[in-house]
């Protein structure tokens, strides 16, 4: 399994990046995917989640900012965000949390993190 996120970069408060995060998962089926962040000198923390109904939870702090969708033809799962804030600034990690058929334990992976930085 690997999980390749791209998309990080740098950007002035108020604008837009869009993280995306592309999963080989060759034998397995997607339970969910998720993005978490790491800012400086703090704890990791749930971003945006979204599994295999595509029912989609976000962090209180990126609600109506942050848009999480997936295109499951590609295994590829997004995270827009718009109207960025220099608190947003941050590593940003995708996650999956993935099954095997017939199987009920979730094997969970993570990609290597992207940077996103912004401006004030």
């Known amino acids: 399994v690997q999980l390749q996120a791209s998309g990080g970069g740098l950007v002035q408060a108020g604008g837009s990046l869009r993280l995306s995060c592309a999963a080989s998962?060759?034998?397995?089926?997607?339970?969910?995917m998720a993005w978490y962040r790491r800012a400086p000198n703090k704890e990791r923390e749930l971003v945006a989640t979204i599994n295999d109904n595509a029912a989609t939870h976000y962090a209180d702090s990126v609600q109506g900012r942050f848009t999480i969708f997936r295109n499951i033809a590609k295994n590829t799962v997004y995270l827009q965000m718009n109207n960025l804030e220099p608190e947003d600034t941050a590593v940003y990690y995708c996650?999956?949390?993935?099954?095997?058929?017939?199987?009920?334990?979730?094997?969970?992976?993570w990609g290597q993190g992207t940077l996103v930085t912004v401006s004030s």
């Open positions: 998962i060759s034998g397995f089926s997607v339970k969910s």
């Open positions: 996650n999956a949390d993935l099954l095997r058929p017939g199987r009920s334990f979730v094997y969970s992976y």
